[in-house]
């Protein structure tokens, strides 16, 4: 019987800027794994026949980013509890059980932060910003590091004051303006005012000494890290180390081998 090659992709809208093909193909060399790894671009209102299509041509799994990650969760048979926290799936995998759903970015983010950046989060403040998708996916394995306080601040407070009822655990909520006076270890950018070239309305003295400012976007500095170089921030990051770990949990879940990201992080450093 002929082998067939196994099957994967990322799918989204639009699809065309993601790295994850050459971030996998870079896992599936590591590890000696027989895989190729694609990109799928969905319709806006054709998540669901995109998949299917892919899974029905053999497909084992796919990532899924904008837009389609809530649409991704009403659709996954079965949930790690990591993705109903998130209310959101990353990832997806097929096997003779169905559509296993998972969200793999908190996981990635905090393995940047405390492997590949150093930063203990045990003890520390850390303030999120923003309310959306990427903020509610990474709330729970930020909580499960043991912070003496996380606060989520966004412009509209009361969507802010919903996550932290739903996470609980001591979270608070704050607009922007009552941020004056707090100051905090770790402040992390999960808000799309990057993607703009904007910055939310911050006070100058946020960061406490040695702190660090994460924002999660990638590939520029975004205004938000240059802001936070000019204002007291230790240490400034983006966030592109968060992706391939993210990316390195999704391939742990479909092929059962955990691969080096430190390289891959490296390569996509130099280019």
Same mark, same amino acid.
């Given at each position: 019987m002929r082998h067939m090659t196994d099957r994967y992709a990322v799918v989204g809208n639009p699809i065309a800027?993601?790295?994850?093909? *050459?971030?996998?193909?870079?896992?599936a060399r590591q590890t000696g794994?027989?895989?190729? #790894?694609?990109?799928?671009?969905?319709p806006l209102d054709g998540f669901a026949k995109t998949i299917e299509s892919f899974?029905?041509?053999?497909?084992?799994?796919?990532?899924?980013?904008?837009?389609?990650?809530?649409?991704?969760?009403? #659709?996954?048979?079965?949930?790690t509890a990591r993705a109903v926290a998130a209310g959101a799936v990353n990832t997806l995998k097929f096997d003779e059980h169905g559509m296993l759903g998972?969200?793999?970015?908190g996981a990635g983010?905090?393995? $940047?932060?405390?492997?590949?950046?150093?930063?203990?989060?045990?003890?520390?403040?850390?303030?999120?910003?923003g309310a959306g998708g990427a903020a509610r996916?990474?709330?729970?394995?930020?909580?499960?590091?043991?912070?003496?306080?996380?606060l989520l601040a966004n412009r509209t407070l009361d969507k802010a004051q919903l996550l932290a009822d739903i996470f609980g655990q001591g979270? *608070?909520?704050?607009? #922007?303006?009552?941020?004056?006076?707090?100051?905090? $270890?770790?402040?992390?950018?999960?808000?799309?005012?990057?993607?703009?070239?904007?910055?939310?309305?911050?006070?100058?003295?946020?960061?406490?000494?040695?702190?660090?400012?994460?924002d999660m976007m990638y590939g520029n500095e975004t205004p938000f890290m240059a802001w936070a170089r000019q204002h007291g921030?230790?240490?400034?990051?983006?966030?592109?180390?968060?992706?391939?770990? *993210?990316?390195?949990?999704?391939f742990y879940l479909w092929r059962g081998v955990r691969p080096a990201t430190a390289s891959v992080i490296r390569m996509f450093r130099s280019a």
């Open positions: 800027h993601s790295k994850s093909p *050459q971030i996998h193909a870079e896992f794994q027989d895989m190729v #790894y694609e990109r799928l671009l969905a899974r029905s041509q053999g497909g084992k799994g796919v990532n899924i980013t904008v837009p389609f990650k809530e649409e991704a969760f009403q #659709y996954a048979s079965n949930k998972d969200n793999t970015d983010l905090v393995r $940047d932060l405390t492997s590949n950046l150093k930063q203990a989060l045990a003890g520390k403040r850390i303030l999120l910003m996916g990474v709330i729970g394995p930020l909580l499960a590091e043991h912070p003496t306080a996380l979270m *608070q909520a704050s607009g #922007y303006k009552t941020l004056a006076g707090q100051h905090f $270890d770790l402040v992390i950018n999960a808000t799309s005012a990057s993607l703009q070239g904007e910055l939310p309305p911050l006070p100058v003295d946020l960061f406490l000494p040695g702190a660090l400012a994460y921030a230790a240490h400034v990051a983006d966030g592109l180390g968060m992706l391939v770990e *993210q990316a390195a949990e999704s």
